[in-house]
């Protein structure tokens, strides 16, 4: 398969012209790799911002509905995760508990230990958006096929275990 001539590719040109001496062939995966990254976050946040959620509070509510019932994790749990500060988790939290979807909470009798729980409006609209995410991703990969859309995620899968170590 010919690589099409896109920004990247005129990205490459101009510097193979400008530093020859430079070997600009691993622009053409990251470049694009990058480009595409915002291109999907943009289609997510689509989906959902139609649920009245940001790409974060998604991640929380989808995280905790994912833990099976009761719906509840200790924060530090929860930043862990999501990959988010202990800052950064509390915020999201606080807007989240003020819309009624979560709750924290003392753990099991233990006054020193919190858990954060969905509420029922918290499940319900999580379901709600995780299928309409579920169905957008679907729609985001179909062009590839199932071969190419397989051979893809072995490949980003394999790369991301590097820096992972999963």
């Given amino acids: 398969m010919e690589i099409p001539d896109d920004k990247v590719a005129r990205i490459q040109t101009a510097w193979r012209r400008e530093r020859p001496d430079l070997d600009v062939a691993p622009q053409g995966v990251i470049g694009r790799l990058h480009r595409l990254a915002a291109h999907l976050t943009a289609e997510l946040e689509t989906v959902y911002s139609r649920h009245g959620l940001s790409e974060g ?10 833990a099976g019932a009761p719906f ?25 508990e003020a819309r009624g979807l979560l709750r924290r909470r003392a753990a099991g009798g233990d006054g020193r230990r919190r858990v954060v729980a969905l509420t029922p409006e918290g499940v319900e609209l999580i379901d709600a958006a995780f299928t309409d995410h579920l169905q957008n991703e679907r729609r985001l990969i179909d062009h590839l ?22």
């Fill in 57 to 66: 509070e998604f991640d929380v509510l989808a995280t905790l509905r994912r």
């Fill in 72 to 96: 509840e994790l200790a924060p530090s749990e929860l930043a862990d995760q999501t990959m988010v500060t202990t800052g950064g988790m509390t915020k999201r939290l606080d807007r989240l």
């Fill in 145 to 166: 096929g199932a071969s190419d859309s397989r051979a893809l995620e072995e490949l980003l899968a394999r790369w991301l275990a590097h820096y992972e170590g999963e």
